[in-house]
């Protein structure tokens, strides 16, 4: 066994996982102080204060409940609702150009260099030694990565997917605005 291990965020539904790596993301805290915008993307409604400035929300939870028919939440006492922080710079270019339209009150919402992602769901940060993750076989591979679905592992009767946010908000993007 290996001993090179990285940190993923695991969003844990009924019956399947999702997990991000915690290199994507530099800060999280608890959604509060949320305002709507208007937004061509239906996933961006809503902006929240970060460090004294306003940070754009991509409701990730709301995206993948739409996007897998299949994934419910698990029935949880109530819990806050976290947004996990990304720094605009380590975006695709083709991101950070389209969310450069977005406007707040006739100012970009990008300018601060911040992005968050909101989760409504259960999340923890776990360690996962590299050989517990497996590709997608070669033929669907292609398919599943430009969906933002980067492989999978299998435990405990559970599937745990690996996904990537910066794809997931490109193509989620795109496909609103086409």
């Not at 590709?135 to 299998?154: A, E």
């Amino acid at each position: 066994m290996s001993d090179k291990e990285f940190e993923f965020l695991r969003l844990s539904y009924k019956e399947v996982d999702f997990l991000i790596n915690r290199k994507q993301f530099f800060a999280s805290m608890i959604v509060n102080d949320v305002k709507s915008v208007s937004s061509a993307c239906s996933f961006i409604h809503s902006i929240m204060p970060y460090n004294e400035q306003n940070v754009l929300l991509y409701d990730l939870d709301f995206f993948i409940q739409a996007s897998f028919k299949n994934v419910k939440r698990i029935e949880e006492a109530s819990h806050n609702s976290l947004a996990i922080i990304t720094d605009i710079q380590a975006m695709s270019d083709k991101n950070k150009s389209i969310l450069k339209k977005i406007k707040f009150k006739g100012k970009s919402l990008i300018d601060n260099g911040h992005f968050g992602f909101v989760l409504h769901i259960q999340s923890e940060i776990i360690m996962i030694p590299i050989e517990h993750l497996k590709l997608f076989p070669q033929n669907v591979r292609t398919f599943f990565n430009l969906k933002g679905i980067l492989g999978c592992r299998f435990i405990d009767k559970r599937i745990q997917y690996v996904i990537d946010i910066d794809t997931i908000l490109s193509n989620s993007i795109m496909e609103n605005l086409q």
